[in-house]
């Protein structure tokens, strides 16, 4: 195994295929590229549909923090730069979930310095995936509030189990603010009104609920949700992939061009934003109780 280079994450190393991390594997089948590895973001490509999809497995609620951002990130990337590669799925390796959001710990009692690190890591993901030439669907088998509505917002299509999950914006319950960015992709998908109710009030979404908003485009029982994606799949997949791009570009670019020209400036706004000792008390207050729930 080659050393690792200096200045680079072994991480960032391992994805770019310079080492292979203890116990990583990557195998290959005739229809299926799987890059399995010790790492929270599982990608499974099969090369006769085109089709990747990448699972966030980050047990036990795929709460997003530095090491899963920064997985997600290249793993985008490198989907984004193979030809074969049409769409892409995301979805969870983990049961009843789909992503808890912001892994908390990364806001809490935390450095500057690593909150801008985490920051910068979750710009690069969501710039990749709201920005991405792929088809994207979000196959939402579980929980997804915050951070993880983010992740389903910014695909093109979301299909989500009915039943007990949540789905939404959550942030004003734990004394935090959405960024301009997730509201702005909000407002791109369900309108000023329902976006202005929904920050405001922290708003989480049952299935049903978020169907009738239009936050999903279907809600379908637990084991539907995969088929009913590769369903919808077969009708993206038709459409002349030139035509579709630049459509989805034109229709994203404003949005993305926003943070693009304030990257800096938002992670250090976050960084200091979330140092407040008025947001730490909140944040501290928002994980007793989550513990407390428990008991
Ligand atoms: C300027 C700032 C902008 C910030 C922008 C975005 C913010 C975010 O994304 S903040 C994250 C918001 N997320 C939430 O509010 C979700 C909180 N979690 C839950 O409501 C539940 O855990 C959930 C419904 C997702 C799942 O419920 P359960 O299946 O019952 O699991 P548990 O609640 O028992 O959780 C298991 C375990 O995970 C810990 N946990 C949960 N969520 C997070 C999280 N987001 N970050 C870190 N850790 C999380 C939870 O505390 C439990 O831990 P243990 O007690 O140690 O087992």
Same mark, same amino acid.
């Given at each position: 195994?080659?050393?690792p280079?200096?200045?680079?994450?072994?991480?960032?190393?391992?994805?770019?295929?310079?080492?292979?991390?203890?116990?990583g594997?990557?195998?290959?089948q005739v229809?299926?590229?799987?890059?399995?590895?010790?790492?929270?973001?599982?990608?499974?490509?099969?090369s006769?549909?085109?089709?990747?999809?990448?699972?966030?497995?980050?047990?036990?609620?795929?709460s @997003?923090? *530095?090491d899963? &951002?920064t997985?997600?990130?290249? =793993? $985008?990337?490198k989907?984004?730069? +193979? %030809?074969?590669?049409?769409?892409?799925?995301?979805?969870?390796?983990?049961?009843g979930?789909?992503?808890?959001?912001?892994?908390?710990?990364?806001?809490?009692?935390?450095?500057?310095?690593?909150?801008?690190?985490f920051?910068?890591a979750?710009?690069?993901?969501?710039?990749?995936l709201?920005?991405?030439?792929?088809?994207?669907m979000?196959?939402?088998?579980?929980?997804?509030?915050?951070?993880?509505?983010?992740?389903a917002?910014?695909?093109?299509?979301r299909v989500?189990?009915?039943?007990?999950?949540?789905i939404?914006?959550?942030e004003?319950?734990?004394?935090?603010?959405?960024?301009?960015?997730?509201?702005?992709v909000?407002?791109?998908?369900?309108?000023?009104?329902?976006?202005?109710?929904? @920050?405001? *009030?922290?708003? &989480?979404?049952?299935?049903?609920? =978020? $169907?009738?908003?239009?936050?999903? +485009? %279907?809600?379908?029982?637990l084991?539907?949700?995969?088929?009913?994606?590769?369903?919808?799949l077969?009708n993206?997949?038709?459409i002349?992939?030139?035509?579709?791009?630049?459509?989805k570009?034109?229709?994203?670019?404003?949005?993305?061009?926003r943070?693009?020209?304030?990257?800096?400036?938002?992670?250090?706004f976050?960084?200091?934003?979330?140092?407040?000792?008025?947001?730490?008390?909140?944040?501290?207050?928002?994980?007793?109780?989550?513990?407390?729930?428990?008991?």
């Amino acid at each position: 195994m080659a050393a690792p280079m200096r200045g680079m994450s072994v991480l960032r190393q391992a994805f770019q295929g310079l080492v292979r991390p203890a116990g990583g594997q990557v195998c290959r089948q005739v229809q299926h590229r799987c890059y399995s590895t010790p790492g929270h973001v599982q990608v499974d490509m099969n090369s006769e549909t085109g089709v990747a999809t990448v699972r966030l497995n980050r047990p036990p609620v795929n709460s @997003l923090n *530095l090491d899963v &951002l920064t997985e997600l990130s290249i =793993a $985008l990337e490198k989907l984004e730069t +193979d %030809k074969s590669c049409k769409a892409m799925v995301l979805a969870s390796a983990a049961p009843g979930i789909f992503s808890a959001g912001l892994d908390i710990l990364e806001m809490y009692q935390s450095t500057p310095e690593r909150c801008v690190a985490f920051w910068r890591a979750l710009q690069d993901a969501w710039l990749n995936l709201y920005g991405s030439r792929l088809i994207t669907m979000a196959a939402i088998e579980g929980h997804s509030p915050a951070g993880g509505c983010l992740l389903a917002m910014s695909c093109d299509y979301r299909v989500m189990a009915e039943g007990k999950f949540q789905i939404g914006l959550n942030e004003t319950k734990l004394g935090i603010v959405a960024p301009f960015w997730f509201t702005d992709v909000m407002l791109n998908t369900i309108g000023h009104r329902e976006t202005e109710k929904a @920050l405001q *009030l922290g708003a &989480l979404y049952s299935a049903q609920q =978020a $169907l009738s908003i239009g936050l999903v +485009d %279907k809600v379908v029982p637990l084991a539907e949700v995969m088929p009913t994606v590769e369903g919808e799949l077969k009708n993206w997949l038709q459409i002349p992939a030139a035509a579709r791009v630049i459509t989805k570009t034109s229709m994203r670019k404003a949005v993305l061009d926003r943070l693009r020209s304030q990257k800096e400036k938002d992670a250090q706004f976050f960084a200091d934003f979330i140092n407040r000792d008025s947001v730490q008390k909140s944040l501290g207050m928002y994980i007793a109780s989550l513990q407390k729930k428990k008991n």
